[in-house]
């Protein structure tokens, strides 16, 4: 498994997960880049992502579904507000209703990515900021640990396809 740790911290309302892989930082870059490979791995491996859109530029956008064991469909959007190939990249992410809308009874949060280069390959860093305690803990019951652990599980097989 490629997940090393998670970590939760309400003072600074984050949470933490570091992976290490076996590919060069410019290699684990891809799988955030291209969209085929990104809908590869984002979400639980019961609920594999679909990419509809992927402009990935400082104020483009994503947009996809992840789609549930029993065929129901949960949409999300992206908007990316930083990025800097191959290092980091930053975006917005919002819960999405069936005609593609942001859902406002659900939080935006904010993720980044970091990726830095170790002897082995890489180790991606992913930090999710909360908009609140309340917010917070509404994704952690939700079991988004556990399932953005699962889905970064999912990278080494992309990685050795390369």
């Known amino acids: 498994m490629t997940v090393l740790s998670t970590s939760k911290d309400t003072d600074a309302l984050t949470m933490t997960i570091d992976a290490d892989f076996s590919a060069s ?4 870059w891809q799988v955030w880049s291209d969209p085929r490979q990104l809908e590869r ?17 400082v104020g483009g956008g994503a947009s996809y579904f992840m789609t549930g064991p029993e065929g129901e469909k949960a949409p999300g959007l992206w908007r990316f507000v930083a990025i800097d190939e191959p290092r980091s990249l930053e975006f917005e992410n919002f819960f999405a209703d069936d005609a593609g809308e942001v859902d406002p009874s659900m939080p935006a949060i904010m993720l980044r990515a970091d990726l830095r280069e170790t002897p082995e390959g890489a180790r991606m860093t992913i ?18 640990a556990e399932g953005l652990g699962a889905a970064m599980g999912q990278i080494d097989a992309i990685l ?3």
């Not at 791995?41 to 530029?57: K, L, M, N, R, Y």
């Not at 305690?133 to 988004?144: F, H, I, R």
Request: net charge negative.
């Open 127 to 144: 930090t999710t900021r909360f908009p609140g305690v309340a917010e917070m803990q509404q994704m952690v019951d939700m079991g988004m």
């Open 41 to 57: 791995w984002w979400g639980p491996p019961t609920w594999p992502a679909t990419f509809v859109e992927h402009d990935f530029v």
């Open 160 to 162: 050795a396809d390369a």
């Open 25 to 28: 930082p410019e290699r684990v």
